[in-house]
């Protein structure tokens, strides 16, 4: 007697029921991603201009003439470098007997002369 | 008549005897520093260690002293600075005027700048090898001006150097 009552129900309540489903959106074109190389910030030459820094050992005047020379001033002279290399420091070689080298981080320096580090750590 | 010319003939021989004696109200300019070159006596700067300037001049009246000026030139860098130093950082000793400061170094203070009030007795003047690494030179000129607008001056060239003993 029940039973028909049941079934009755279960179709009612199954009646009811809403079917969602979600439909795949159509696929656009894929773009041929180039492969990423990753790249080094680049340290930007101080200058052009005159500056003293303040160094473990002293003080030292640089002066960038443009963005590949300067030139300081060291055992009693003006010493003009040139610049060897951008990254991943910025290097500055030459002066008297190319003994001279003049390295910048971005923040910090450093001098060396004939291989020795005679003034370091040096900054504005 | 024969007289005149004798005695035309001594005037000149007693003028000339005459010494005239002008005390000027400025002068006798000493610089020196507590580091002193060991090769030639030449006071200098040393940029890694602590380093006093002093400088001091004859000046017996000081009431006559309108203002003093201190002009300062890198060589290596060719900074310029000019500072008017007011006469009570300077303390007297006897005839002169003496005044001591320290030497600060590096961007912005090129040449330096001298805070006051330091004693002169705190220069003890220190003999030093000089390193190869003489690093710039710094011309100090201090001009006094008078009440009458008249202008003394003394200038020093101090060679500088970094890495000092």
């Known amino acids: 007697m029940l039973r028909p009552l049941l079934l009755l129900l279960l179709a009612f309540a199954l009646s009811s029921c809403i079917l969602l489903v979600e439909e795949d959106e159509p696929r656009r074109p894929v773009q041929p991603v180039q492969p990423v190389t990753p790249v080094q910030p680049s340290i930007v030459t101080p200058g052009p201009g ?62 060396t002369v004939r291989g020795q580090v005679v003034l370091s750590n040096c900054a504005l | 008549m024969r007289k005149i010319p004798w005695l035309l003939l001594l005037l000149p021989l007693v003028l000339s005897s005459c010494i005239l004696v002008v005390d000027l109200p400025v002068s006798n300019f000493r610089f020196d520093s507590n580091w002193q070159r060991n090769t030639d006596l030449r006071y200098v700067f040393c940029t890694n260690k602590t380093t006093y300037m002093r400088y001091k001049f004859r000046a017996p009246d000081s009431s006559v002293i309108s203002s003093i000026q201190e002009f300062y030139q890198g060589y290596a860098s060719g900074d310029t600075l000019t500072l008017n130093r007011p006469i009570t950082d300077l303390t ?64 020093y060239l101090y060679y500088v150097y970094s890495n000092c003993p």
């Open chain 1, 50 to 111: 005159s500056f003293t820094y303040r160094c473990s050992g002293g003080t030292l005047v640089v002066n960038y003439l443009d963005s590949n020379n300067l030139r300081l001033f060291y055992d009693g002279a003006f010493q003009s470098l040139s610049l060897v290399r951008r990254s991943p420091t910025l290097l500055f070689s030459g002066g008297a007997g190319g003994a001279y080298t003049w390295e910048w981080t971005g923040s910090r320096g450093t001098l």
């Open chain 2, 92 to 155: 007297r000793d006897g005839s002169d005027l003496v005044f001591v400061g320290i030497v600060n170094f590096g961007q912005g203070q090129v040449p330096q700048s001298l805070p006051a009030g330091v004693s002169q007795q705190s220069i003890v003047v220190t003999p030093v090898t000089p390193p190869p690494s003489e690093s710039g030179r710094t011309t100090v000129t201090v001009t006094v001006t008078t009440a009458s607008g008249r202008q003394y001056s003394g200038s």
